[in-house]
């Protein structure tokens, strides 16, 4: 049981170390999906067992074993862990748990502003709104379809075979939902920080996913790659004349050029062992999740059962 | 060949942002040679009746064809307004949860210096 115990908060640790180099390695869509599910189960499971540690110090309290009819020697008996690591962990859960629902909180209210914002926006023809901007720009917005937002600037910093990468790359993240991946991974590491770093990756990822998509549907990485490069020098030429600075966005770890780069050095590998590596992980986690529910279950039927032999 | 793959949404995005960057109307030989890539006469005309059809482009008699901008009627006005001030709302504040994907975003010095590079080589390809 003890090692089921240790399983989420190990992957937690493994993905803190691990999530960049696997997100470098992986093609971006598998990397994108494979982690995030790898995050959401090792968040799941990791404020699952710290619940449970909870729940042993909890079921000892002499007036919580009345109530809930059972013996609290044999809840105390022979425990994996001391009753102040039990404390604790319960202490960590609570807190754990409240910063998970601010971040769905922030997360619902982001995606519903996005949503309205695409409904004001109309019928824009075939989904792409052009803004009269001097910045250059471009993004998508998701919600009922999406809208692809371009700026007339960056329209105008660019060829029109590099605007079809543009707006291939931006439509990609609508077609494959890449916000929903993005704002779970964010639900995950603000429900186990320890994945912070993994929700960066995936942040990235997406990002290189796109380029992919983008760089297969105009059939020339070499043009992906210089569409990257140029619109990110006009970005940078507009805000050295004075452009007024958008906030930033949430940062990635992997810049324009290093993505400009990955297009170059052609298509990514498939990587099944790594790949495989990771599901394994998410199977590995899941599992000791179940081993841990049913051996607590176990534990407190036993108390049951000697509560009410002793009456 | 790119033209089978190029879905019709696609195409039509495309063909509004070759008019919004040209800043001036625009025959359909005029987008078809600007968007290259093999298209068919027909295919951009096609794209571009559907656009007008949509409200989304005017058109002008220019000789014996037309020749199309997009529109400008106070409803675009009105999205153009809308989408800035949305976007500026959804990246305002610490709190944002991040749904907008930015196709480039700001540079480092480094990254800079990076992409002018790659973007030299690329000349010097094509001029070799």
């Known amino acids: 049981m003890t090692i089921a115990l240790c399983l989420p908060v190990l992957a937690g640790v493994l993905l803190f170390v691990g999530a960049r180099p696997l997100a470098d390695r992986l093609p971006p869509a598998t990397a994108v999906v494979l982690l995030t599910a790898a995050m959401l189960v090792t968040a799941l499971a990791t404020g699952f067992v710290l619940s449970v540690l909870a729940l042993f110090v909890l079921g000892q309290v002499p007036l919580v074993a009345r109530l809930g009819h059972w013996s609290a020697a044999v809840i ?19 807190v754990l748990l409240a910063a998970a629902l601010r971040r769905a909180t922030l997360s619902g209210r982001d995606l519903v502003l996005a949503a309205v914002a695409c409904r004001r926006l109309g019928p824009s023809a075939a989904g792409l709104v052009v803004v009269d901007d001097d910045l250059p720009d471009a993004y998508a917005l998701p919600g009922l379809g999406g809208r692809v937002v371009v700026s007339t600037a960056m329209l105008r910093a660019l060829p029109a075979a590099e605007r079809r990468v543009l707006l291939a790359h931006e439509q990609a993240h609508l077609a494959h939902r890449h916000h929903i991946y993005v704002q779970l991974a964010g639900l995950a590491a603000a429900a186990d920080p320890l994945l912070r770093p993994a929700e960066r990756a995936v942040r990235s990822a997406v990002e290189r996913w796109a380029d992919e998509v983008a760089a297969a549907e105009v059939g020339d990485r070499e043009l992906a790659a210089r569409a990257l490069a140029r619109a990110g020098l006009a970005r940078a030429g507009a805000r050295r004349a004075g452009a007024p600075a958008a906030a930033a966005l949430a940062a990635t770890d992997v810049g324009v050029a290093a993505r400009a780069r990955a297009l170059l050095a052609g298509p990514p590998p498939r990587r099944r062992v790594l790949a495989g590596a990771l599901g394994a992980l998410v199977l590995a986690v899941s599992a000791a999740t179940l081993v841990t529910a049913v051996d607590t279950q176990h534990r407190f039927e036993a108390a049951e059962h000697a509560y009410h032999a002793a009456r | 060949m790119a033209v089978q793959g190029r879905r019709r949404g696609a195409l039509e995005r495309e063909v509004l942002a070759c008019l919004a960057a040209a800043g001036r109307p625009l025959t359909v030989t005029e987008v078809q040679a600007e968007l290259g890539n093999g298209l068919a006469y027909t295919t951009v005309m096609t794209a571009l009746s559907r656009l007008h059809a949509k ?74």
Not at chain 2, 76 to 85: E, H, I, N, P
Not at chain 2, 105 to 125: I, K, N, Q, V
């Open chain 2, 55 to 128: 409200g989304a482009l005017n058109r002008e008699p220019a000789g014996r064809a037309y020749a199309y901008t997009p529109a400008a009627d106070p409803e675009t006005l009105g999205a153009s307004v809308t989408a800035r001030r949305m976007t500026r709302l959804l990246e305002s504040g610490e709190d944002r949860a991040g749904v907008l994907a930015r196709f480039v975003a700001d540079l480092t010095p480094e990254d800079e210096r990076l992409l002018a590079d790659l973007l030299a080589d690329a000349r010097r390809g094509e001029g070799a």
């Open chain 1, 76 to 94: 105390g008996h022979d425990l994996p862990v001391p009753a102040a690591v039990g404390i604790l962990a319960g202490t960590v859960a609570c």
